[in-house]
């Protein structure tokens, strides 16, 4: 793409968005303050309104929108345990031990690289954005020296900050991003050669710390060179399938060279999304209409409060003759002390407002879901609860889950894995792996809390049905015969991933059959052993008898 090209797009793309950015700009102020105003230029520090919050008179809906997004946080991208498994999607190759092994280094590698990163910092400001704008932007940059892989780094994009135009998949195919920089900052991040004039002038003068200017940022695919995005292998920047440009805006002036990426960097979670608009909508915009009245109604409800903490005074006409003092320990002069001045009653019913309040908090809880992931006053939860609670989150959530699973999250562990597998971070896929085009047909398992849960309900049916065919069979010896429909070797393996168990819990194929051929073989030593002693036992017994029998023979001789 060209500089003008790029302008333009970004242009177009505002224009478009501006729609939807008094929406944003109303949840700004009531769910989500010092998140950014969408109309106000934060050119500096100075710009900066810390008293944003001001306009919140209830504060239901930040305290709803922050435990949705902590919770959205713990359930899927939990920093306490990995949340995901790289598989291959053969069933037969996934089972193979030298596979599942690789598999398990690969995942832990992915892993460690998030958890050495700021993903967890940066996508929780992502998981405030989803349930009250409902569309969230993060960058995932690959960060080398030397030309050698150092750490992953990512950063959450303000939406006032970020554009995007989306493919037939609906997935991101153009991002935008649009930067204040001084010439100062220009020069640090380009250097000097090649910038243009405008700039290399200002840096000569006290302006180029001051003065701030447009400059957009492109991440664009290069249809040409489509072929090489399922590679593996280490490209040029300007052989990979995505480009990306910096210029001035004012000017379509190139800043600095033209970069590239394996992936495309840029990730759009949305909560919900019809096909009217690219853009998500969220529980914040449901709940809009009650936060805007239950806001309106403590600002009345405090006014109202003001009245009767101060209330009004009444005079007569011409009965005060100073103006009135209402200050510590103030003196007034009027002519009757008993008709004169008297304190206004407002008569107002805070016994209502306070059942409307309660209804509005409530309706905004609901809608966030606060009721049902808040846990009970109690100080502990029983394990039951627990996997209760997480049960109704899957139903509450699964369908959020679900498109953050196509949005962020599968092309952030895909590009997570091929940064590291580029840069020799993970060794090379098994041979028995490898497909005929050299391309490994790979999933990602997610093992979450809410992954969990929603595997749950298959494991709890396979239990289930075991547990009942164990039961009818015990009801009469002629009813066994219907266990030899359960595979036994099934139902382990496939509880066992159901339930995410590690493969360094199970033995492999191989192993098995080693150890019931094992059994097998001691069992028939013990069974010879047995038939041994047996027949031991009968010679013995025999010999007794023919003992006994000739006693009683020569007795009877003599």
Same mark, same amino acid.
């Given at each position: ?30 769910? =989500? ?36 997004a902590?919770?959205?946080?713990s ?108 010439a100062v900052?220009i020069?640090?991040?380009f ?8 700039i ?67 990730? =759009? ?43 009004a ?35 107002a019913?805070?016994d ?67 940064i ?39 494991m ?22 219907i ?14 991933a ?13 192993? =098995? ?28 017994g ?17």
């Amino acid at each position: 793409m060209q500089g003008n090209e790029i302008r333009l797009g970004y242009e177009t793309m505002l224009s478009e968005q501006s729609v939807v950015q008094s929406t944003w700009e109303t949840i700004n102020k009531l769910i =989500v303050p010092f998140r950014g105003g969408f109309w106000r230029e934060n050119s500096n520090e100075t710009s900066i309104d810390w008293h944003d919050q001001r306009g919140i008179f209830d504060s239901t809906a930040p305290m709803a929108n922050n435990l949705l997004a902590s919770s959205i946080h713990s359930a899927l991208t939990n920093p306490a345990y990995q949340w995901f498994d790289i598989v291959f999607r053969d069933p037969e190759v996934a089972k193979k031990q030298r596979v599942m092994q690789w598999s398990q280094e690969a995942t832990r590698a992915c892993y460690h690289a998030l958890q050495d990163s700021n993903f967890d910092l940066e996508a929780n400001e992502v998981y405030l954005d989803l349930p009250s704008y409902g569309t969230g932007f993060i960058i995932q940059e690959e960060v080398t020296k030397n030309g050698t892989f150092e750490e992953l780094n990512f950063q959450s994009v303000p939406l006032k900050e970020a554009l995007f135009e989306e493919d037939h998949l609906g997935q991101v195919s153009k991002f935008y991003r649009q930067y204040r920089w001084t010439a100062v900052q220009i020069e640090s991040k380009f250097g000097r050669k090649g910038l243009p004039d405008k700039i290399a002038q200002l840096l000569t003068t006290n302006q180029a710390a001051v003065t701030k200017h447009k400059v957009t940022f492109c991440i664009y695919p290069r249809h040409t060179k489509a072929d090489n995005k399922d590679s593996f292998q280490k490209l040029s920047p300007l052989e990979r399938p995505y480009g990306y440009k910096y210029i001035l805006h004012d000017s379509a002036e190139q800043l600095g060279e033209e970069g590239g990426y394996y992936e495309m960097p840029a990730y =759009v979670p949305r909560w919900r999304k019809t096909n009217q608009s690219k853009y998500g909508n969220s529980p914040g915009m449901i709940a809009l209409p009650d936060i805007l009245t239950v806001n309106r109604l403590v600002e009345l409800i405090l006014k109202a409060t003001e009245k009767v903490v101060d209330p009004a005074n009444l005079v007569t006409e011409r009965g005060l003759l100073s103006n009135l003092d209402l200050q510590p320990s103030g003196m007034s002069i009027v002519r009757d002390l008993d008709r004169s001045v008297k304190p206004y009653e407002s008569r107002a019913r805070f016994d209502v407002s306070q059942l409307q309040r309660e209804k509005l908090q409530q309706s905004i809880n609901q809608i966030f879901y606060v009721d049902q992931l808040q846990l009970k006053e109690s100080p502990a939860m029983t394990a039951t609860e627990v996997q209760v609670r997480y049960e109704l989150m899957q139903r509450l959530l699964g369908p959020t889950f679900g498109r953050m699973k196509s949005d962020f999250l599968n092309p952030l562990v895909e590009r997570t894995f091929k940064i590291l597998y580029r840069s020799g971070q993970i060794d090379n896929i098994p041979e028995e792996a490898m497909t005929d085009d050299g391309i490994p047909r790979l999933d990602i398992v997610y093992t979450g809390p809410m992954a969990r849960a929603q595997r749950s309900e298959k494991m709890n049916d396979a239990f289930g049905w075991v547990g009942q065919m164990a039961q009818i069979a015990g009801m009469h010896p002629s009813l066994e015969p219907i266990l030899d429909h359960v595979n036994a070797d099934a139902f382990a393996v496939d509880t066992a991933a159901s339930a995410s168990i590690s493969a360094a819990l199970l033995n492999d194929k191989k192993t =098995v059959d080693k150890i019931r051929q094992g059994r097998t073989q001691q069992q028939q030593v013990a069974q010879m052993q047995q038939a041994g002693e047996a027949a031991k036992a009968v010679g013995e017994g025999a010999q007794a008898v023919e003992t006994a029998e000739g006693g009683q023979d020569v007795e009877a001789t003599e």
